[in-house]
C-alpha cells in the first residue's frame, strides 16, 4: 500500500494494523488511541493537534518506519499559514465556551461527593440530585452543547471526524442522563451512581478535546467575521439564559462549600 493511501485512512485502523503507532502517538500527546473514535485520518492528526513543525518531521519520521522499516519514505508536510506556537489563544466566543467548562468541571469534581450522598428517600436527597440533573440538563447540554450543536458547528462541514467524535460524545452524555432519570423513578441508587460516575468519566476527557483540539482548530478556520458572528450569537442566547445561569452558579458554589 502507497504512503498516500495510509494518509488517507482513518487512525484506529492503523492503529489496529500498526499497534506501535499508538504508542508513538502518545508520546507525542496525541490521544488517538483512547479517543474513542479514531475517525481522523492519518494526514489530518498533525493539523488537529497542531503539532510543531520540528516534532511533525520526528513523528511523521517514525510512523513511517513502523510502516515501511524496509525502505526509506518521506511523508509530505502539511502547509502552514504561520509559524505560531502552540499557546491557547482563543477568539472571544471559543473563550466563553472554556470558561463554561469551567464550570462544569466543578461540577464533575463534585460528582463524587454527591454519588457518597445519594438519597433518593428524602425531600433534601432528591432536590440536590434534581439540582444537579438540571445543571446537567440545562447548563451543559440546552445550554453549553447547544452553543456547540446548533452555532459554532454550523461553520464547519459536520461529516468532519472531529465533528461527529464531539457529536457522539453528547449523545452518549444524554444517554447517561436519561438513564439517572429513569433510576430516580425508579429509586434504584446504584443505577443513579453508575450513569452518574459514567458521565463523570466522560466530560473531562471531552473538555480537554474541545480546549485543546476542536476549539483552536476552529479559530483557525474561521474568519473574522465568523468569529464575530458568533460571539453575537453567544451573546444572545447568554442574554436569554442569564438568570438561569446565576442559579447553576450558584448551585455549584453552594455544593462545594457544603462538600469541600
Ligand atoms: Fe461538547
Ligand atoms: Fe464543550
Known sequence: MSIEEYLNKGVKEIITEFPEIEQILDEYEIGCGTCGEGLCLLKDIVEI??????LEAELMLRISKVIYPDKS????????????KKLFKYSPPMKKMVSEHVLIKRWVALIPKVIENLDLETEEGLQLIDQGID????????FH??????????YFDENLAMIQVIRKDHVRVRAHVKA????????DKDALAANLTAYAEILPEHIKKEDEILFPWMDRNLTTQQVGRLYSRFNEIEDDFRTAAERHRIFIERLETEFC
Open 49 to 54: 493537534h497542531d503539532v510543531d513543525e520540528d
Open 73 to 84: 519514505v518521506v511523508i509530505p508536510k502539511r502547509r502552514r499559514e504561520n509559524q505560531e
Open 135 to 142: 445543571f446537567i440538563r440545562n447548563y451543559a447540554d440546552k
Open 145 to 154: 452543547h447547544a452553543k456547540e450543536e446548533d452555532e459554532a458547528f454550523k
Open 180 to 187: 439517572m432519570l429513569e433510576a430516580i423513578e425508579n429509586k
